[in-house]
């Protein structure tokens, strides 16, 4: 996944290098940030849930700062893991520029995404992305003093757009049938095993007519089958 964009601050560049660099703003600023410490002068590490169309996680995630120049830019490089819901690994490089006053901001951001999240399709998550990159920018305006920011509207278009709930859906309806049929598949060799472990017990067993013999261990076994049966 690519994205890039930029974004104009209501505050000069030091106050926003500053910003960006305290982790209690970017608690606040960052969607659904839960925990956000700063474990060195250049490396952060964090608790974020995050929703990516039917798939919601809790992303524990480790960024680490390089080449910094300033107030004018740094590269953030990290990778956030969300257990069965998958991974997110990339980087991006941040510059600001001063404008009349305020401050451009200007970013390029190149990750990758694996696991159910890979599943989900590029569209999915290129829209998810905008949409926490323009709430961050909203929050990090309004910490400013500022209105919510300039709005994209190519964004808010991907926002409304059924298509991309559809196609969410299609899949999450598609990765649950999948894991049912693997679920049926497993059942059904987990039975067959169990049944013909208990047909050799009851032939050895009949056979030293144990427990009245032949006929009482067949309804013995024909019970035992249909509770078997019954839970799977």
């Known amino acids: 996944m690519e994205m890039t964009g930029e974004q104009l601050i209501p505050a000069s560049r030091e106050a926003v290098w ?3 660099n305290d982790p209690e703003v970017l608690k606040k600023c960052i969607p659904g940030c839960e925990e956000l410490n700063k474990t060195s002068a250049t490396e952060m ?3 974020v849930t995050a929703k990516v169309g039917p798939v919601k996680a809790k992303f524990k ?3 680490t700062l390089s080449d910094l120049d300033p107030p004018k830019s740094y590269k953030i ?3 956030g893991k969300g257990g069965v819901a998958g991974f997110a690994k990339g980087g991006a490089e941040v510059t600001l ?3 009349g006053g ?3 901001l200007s ?3 190149n990750a990758k995404v694996g696991g159910k999240l890979a599943q989900l399709g590029a569209r999915l998550i290129d829209s998810t992305a905008k949409k926490m990159a323009d709430d961050f920018f ?3 305006n309004a910490y400013f003093g500022g209105d919510s920011g300039e709005k994209d509207e190519n964004l808010t278009r991907m926002e409304l757009d059924e298509g991309l709930a559809e196609e969410a859906k299609t899949i999450a309806n598609e990765n649950a049938a999948a894991g049912l049929r693997e679920a049926a598949v497993d059942a059904e060799q987990a039975v067959e095993e169990t049944v013909k472990d208990v047909e050799e017990k009851i032939e050895v067993a009949a056979g030293k007519g144990t427990m009245g013999g032949p006929m009482v261990w067949g309804f013995g076994a024909l019970l035992l089958l249909i509770i078997l049966y019954l839970i799977f």
Do not use: D
């Open 18 to 20: 500053e910003a960006l």
């Open 45 to 47: 590490n964090a608790l």
């Open 61 to 63: 995630g480790e960024v």
């Open 97 to 99: 520029a001063e404008e």
């Open 107 to 109: 970013y390029s951001v």
């Open 102 to 104: 305020q401050t451009r």
């Open 77 to 79: 490089s990290g990778e």
């Open 138 to 140: 909203s929050a990090l």
